[in-house]
Structures are given as C-alpha cells and as structure tokens.
C-alpha cells in the first residue's frame, strides 16, 4: 500500500506530451474512474497520482496496488480485506485496498490481469461504491475514485471474452494514452540530462559536465523500448561507470550485459555448448563472390550478422550492440537474411 505526498511533476516539453498533460488536467477535477494506458515504463502511475493531486480529493490517501503482483485469491482479499477465518491465515479481520482510499483515490496498475471473479466485484465497488470483504456478508460502503492502467489493449481482451466488457465500459469514462518515449521528440535529451543531474548529485559529485556528441547520437538514435523507466536507468548506470566524471559523458550503456570493448570476442559463458549457426550462401567461407557489388555486400552483412548472433548465443540485443547498432537497425538487417531469421 502507498499513501503518496505531493508527486513529482512530469518533465517533457514535446507537443504529445503536452497535449497528455493538458487531457490529464482536464480529467483531474472529474469524480469518475480513469483508465491510463501507455506502454512499460511510460510513467503510468506518475499520471495516475498527478490526477489525484489535482483533484478535490488530493489531501485524501492515494494508494496503490499493482494486479499483477498477487494471486487471485490475495488480490480480492487485497482489494476488498477479510473477515477472520475466512481461509487459513486469516486469524483477525483486516481492510483492504478500498476501505484505505475512503475518500481519496484507488489506483488499479495491471488491470489487466485481474480475474474475472475480481473483475465481477470490482464493478460492484466501482458502479455503486459497495462490496462485502471476503469470508463476510457485512456490505460496506465507500468513496473511492478508481484509476485503472495497463499496457494491454482492453478492448481487444473484451472482444476476445478475456477481460468484462461492462467493467471496460465503467472504467473507460475517459482514456488517458501516454505517448511513447520514441514518440517524444527533444524529451529524450531533456530527461537524460535531468537523470545525469541527478545522479550525479547522488554521487556527490560537484556537477555533471554534459554528454559527448557521440553519446547525444547514441541517446536519440535508440528506439527505447522500454520508455522513460529504460532511459533513466542507462543514462544513471553510464554516469555511474564513467570513468573520467570530470570530463563529458563520452558513451552510452544501453545494454547492461553487453560485453566491455576489450572483452567483445569473448562469449560470455553459459551452461551447455554454444549452438552452431551456419552463415547462408557464400558468407560461410568469409569470402565476398566477386564481379557483383550488391551481393558481396548482402553475404559480407550476412557473415558479420552470424558471427555476432553465435558469438551472444542469439540474444539480439547483444548482437546489435556488438555491431554497434541499435536493436531496431539490427532487425532490420537481419530480415534482409531469411535464414538466419529460422537459424
């Protein structure tokens, strides 16, 4: 459970960006449930509490529970509490998630994943603010604005009879769809710089003297497919091994497992023997055919892309980050070669 103070404000000055915070103002002062979607790592439960503090009810708790965390049978006793005896464990009677947010704000991360049996009383809580804690035939009552979020496409679940199409519809009163990072234009330099800052400032270091062009390339050229939470994470894992901190961030760690430069032909060990791939065509003998420029280039980037997929044991990030490309740039060369795509 989490009872949050004053959240931090969003940081991002793109246009889609802007438009999502102008849409969540708008929303905030609103009595009704609010779905977030967006993507991992989009920053859902940071919208989710900006719309709690700008509500009527920001000086009321906001609390948290992540659906996916729990088993169904701990998620409703989570969400709705227990009455004593009503499983094994249960040796006194304890609240849940709702009867916490009284008079504030529930927000419901991984909505997804609730069952279906919790998706049947979480429209009841939600539809007319009752429910009955489990093992009890007491109903309560309470005053809780709902937020919802995930980063599965609900209707398509509803369509397909995996998630309660009138629990969508109760929840969908408005739709909050936080745009991706790749989406966000200068945002990703903004929030490198921001996250530079600050962990520099953890450090304890005096200031932090800004990134290398190659490594302002490096930021803007990556896809980020884990979003914010992805770029935060590199951006303090490379100032952290920054050799010279005195001097301009010269690389980059995006991939964590990537091997160091003095270590790049070197697999990194794992159990059972590195399988064979065999390179299609003329790449096998290392030897570009002659007389046909296009095709000596298609068989030599067929060899370079079978030597990093064996020498990683086929994990692509690494094999895209040996060949110093991002992982979409890998993708798409390695399409161009159909057999190392069934290898």
């Given at each position: 459970?989490?009872?949050?103070?004053?959240?931090?404000?969003?940081?991002?000055?793109?246009a889609?960006?802007?438009?999502?915070?102008?849409?969540?103002?708008?929303?905030?002062?609103?009595?009704?449930?609010?779905?977030?979607?967006?993507?991992?790592?989009?920053?859902?439960?940071?919208?989710?509490?900006?719309?709690?503090?700008?509500?009527?009810?920001?000086?009321?708790?906001?609390?948290?529970?992540?659906?996916?965390?729990?088993?169904?049978?701990?998620?409703?006793?989570?969400?709705?509490?227990?009455?004593?005896?009503?499983?094994?464990?249960?040796?006194?009677?304890?609240?849940?998630?709702?009867?916490?947010?009284?008079?504030?704000?529930?927000?419901?991360?991984?909505?997804?994943?609730?069952?279906?049996?919790?998706?049947?009383?979480?429209?009841?809580?939600?539809?007319?603010?009752?429910?009955?804690?489990?093992?009890?035939?007491?109903?309560?009552?309470?005053?809780?604005?709902?937020?919802?979020a995930t980063?599965?496409?609900?209707?398509?679940?509803?369509?397909?009879?995996?998630?309660?199409?009138d629990?969508?519809?109760?929840?969908?009163?408005?739709?909050?769809?936080?745009?991706?990072?790749?989406a966000?234009?200068?945002d990703?330099?903004?929030?490198?710089?921001?996250?530079?800052?600050?962990?520099?400032?953890?450090?304890?270091?005096?200031?932090?003297?800004?990134?290398?062009?190659?490594?302002?390339?490096?930021?803007?050229?990556y896809?980020?497919p884990?979003?914010?939470?992805?770029?935060?994470?590199?951006v303090?894992?490379?100032?952290?091994?920054?050799?010279?901190?005195?001097r301009?961030?010269?690389?980059?760690?995006?991939?964590?497992?990537?091997?160091?430069?003095?270590?790049?032909?070197?697999?990194?060990?794992?159990?059972?023997?590195?399988?064979?791939?065999?390179?299609?065509?003329?790449?096998?003998?290392?030897?570009?055919?002659?007389?046909?420029?296009?095709?000596?280039?298609?068989?030599?980037?067929?060899?370079?892309?079978?030597?990093?997929?064996?020498?990683?044991?086929?994990?692509?990030?690494?094999?895209?980050?040996?060949?110093?490309?991002?992982?979409?740039?890998?993708?798409?060369?390695l399409?161009?070669?159909?057999?190392?795509?069934?290898a």
């Amino acid at each position: 459970m989490a009872i949050s103070p004053t959240p931090p404000t969003p940081l991002g000055e793109s246009a889609a960006f802007l438009d999502m915070l102008a849409h969540v103002s708008r929303l905030a002062p609103l009595d009704r449930p609010v779905l977030v979607v967006g993507e991992r790592g989009t920053g859902k439960e940071l919208i989710a509490a900006r719309l709690a503090y700008l509500s009527p009810r920001w000086d009321r708790p906001f609390v948290t529970l992540n659906c996916a965390a729990l088993a169904e049978t701990l998620l409703d006793s989570e969400l709705f509490g227990h009455e004593a005896g009503a499983f094994t464990s249960a040796s006194r009677r304890r609240a849940g998630r709702f009867e916490s947010a009284d008079g504030g704000t529930l927000f419901l991360d991984e909505i997804a994943t609730a069952s279906f049996a919790v998706q049947e009383k979480l429209l009841r809580a939600i539809e007319y603010g009752s429910f009955a804690r489990v093992g009890g035939n007491e109903t309560l009552s309470v005053d809780v604005r709902v937020i919802a979020a995930t980063n599965a496409d609900l209707p398509a679940l509803a369509e397909a009879g995996r998630f309660r199409p009138d629990l969508l519809d109760r929840l969908a009163f408005d739709v909050v769809r936080l745009p991706p990072l790749r989406a966000r234009g200068g945002d990703i330099v903004l929030l490198a710089q921001h996250f530079a800052a600050r962990m520099t400032a953890a450090l304890g270091r005096a200031y932090f003297p800004g990134f290398a062009p190659a490594a302002l390339a490096a930021l803007t050229a990556y896809p980020w497919p884990g979003n914010v939470r992805e770029l935060r994470n590199a951006v303090e894992r490379s100032v952290c091994r920054a050799e010279h901190p005195e001097r301009e961030l010269a690389e980059v760690v995006i991939d964590p497992f990537a091997p160091p430069p003095g270590q790049a032909d070197v697999p990194r060990p794992l159990a059972g023997p590195a399988p064979a791939i065999a390179p299609p065509d003329d790449a096998a003998s290392g030897e570009a055919p002659s007389g046909d420029l296009r095709a000596a280039l298609h068989a030599l980037e067929a060899r370079l892309l079978a030597e990093a997929l064996a020498a990683t044991r086929f994990n692509q990030r690494r094999a895209a980050a040996r060949l110093g490309l991002s992982y979409d740039q890998f993708r798409q060369h390695l399409r161009h070669h159909p057999a190392l795509l069934r290898a």
